[in-house]
């Protein structure tokens, strides 16, 4: 492991923080974080965090954990942030195939052992983090004692006409080697970043204006941080992932699920379809909230937190 850079500050902790560069087993560099000291003894928590996000993003959320007596770690997926990059335009939204996060969540494993972080773990994942995080829960059963999932990306929501098309498009595109190319719309997110893209009040992510506003001096400030759009071949297999994940019985596993009344990005009834066949799962709507919980209001985020924070004690003890 190499150190690698952090930037932290507009999320003070009062445990140590530390960022490294590690290799997944494919060869992929990423950056990973960590949040610990030896009083920290709770368990720890794998906040996997959505499309286009980076550490920085979620750091509030790991400092939040912290003070229930947990470490935490989180991570920069492939092709975000600054791990490696997958194409030549730094701002596309790529993926190579959709099972490759797992490479990814192992190297979060291997790294946690490393460096002995506290058990048991948990899983605290956010959009496309809940699909990495899902599959992660049947790939490696045994690693973690519950989850809990925000704005959960385990369907896109389409119309049946729209999904043939995506379907079509999206495929031919990735079969034919053009997959790195730009999916339909969002053409400022082409250029720029999310939140760089759109003013606040047409924005999907929080109505919280403060943390939209952080949102964007992490942009304006750091753009290397920065992912912009989906690719065809991103989107083809996120398609293909969640069409899998969908036909999987839910896991044995105590976890909670959240999402905004007001999400428009994700498919409700996929995560309605999922939770309410989950022994021991629970779904929660947030009235007024979008999108990105992790980035809503104060109150919204520290009830998350706080309910997160019982779920995971109740499973150390």
């Known amino acids: 492991m190499k150190t690698a ?93 959709f099972s490759d996060y797992q490479h990814d969540v192992s190297a979060m494993v291997e790294f946690a052992e490393v460096l002995s972080l506290p058990r048991p773990w948990f899983i605290l994942a956010y959009s496309m983090g809940a699909t990495i995080g899902l599959r992660a829960l049947y790939e490696m059963p045994h690693q973690f004692s519950a989850a809990i999932f925000t704005g959960a990306l385990w369907d896109i929501p389409l ?22 190319t730009f999916a339909p719309g969002n053409i400022p997110q082409r250029s720029q ?33 920065s992912t912009g759009a989906p690719t065809m071949q991103w989107v083809y297999e996120a398609l293909k992932e969640c069409r899998s994940l969908r036909l999987l019985p839910p896991p044995r596993i105590r976890c909670k699920s959240y999402l905004g009344e007001d999400d428009h990005v994700v498919s409700l009834r996929a995560i309605k379809r999922r939770m309410e066949n989950w022994l021991g799962g629970d779904l929660q709507m947030i009235p007024g909230a979008r999108h990105d919980l992790f980035s809503e209001k104060p109150a919204i985020r520290n009830m998350i937190v706080e309910e997160a924070a019982a779920l995971f004690l109740g499973r150390s003890k």
């Open 193 to 225: 970043s999310y939140v760089q893209s759109v003013p606040f009040d047409g924005n999907r992510l929080t109505t919280d204006p403060q943390m939209f506003e952080r949102l964007l001096r992490q942009a304006n400030r750091h753009p290397e941080l």
């Open 5 to 97: 850079s952090l930037y932290l500050a507009d999320a003070p902790t009062a445990i140590s923080a530390a960022a490294f560069s590690i290799k997944a087993s494919d060869g992929v560099q990423l950056r990973v974080a960590a949040w610990s000291n030896p009083s920290v003894k709770a368990g720890t928590v794998f906040i996997l965090p959505g499309r286009t996000d980076y550490i920085e993003k979620v750091a509030h959320i790991a400092s939040a954990v912290a003070e229930y007596g947990f470490a935490a770690v989180a991570i920069d997926w492939r092709g975000q942030g600054l791990s490696d990059r997958l194409t030549k335009d730094r701002l596309a939204s790529h993926v190579e195939r």
């Open 159 to 180: 119309t049946a006409i729209e999904r043939l098309g995506a379907w079509a498009i999206t495929s031919a595109f990735t079969l034919s080697g053009n997959g790195s």
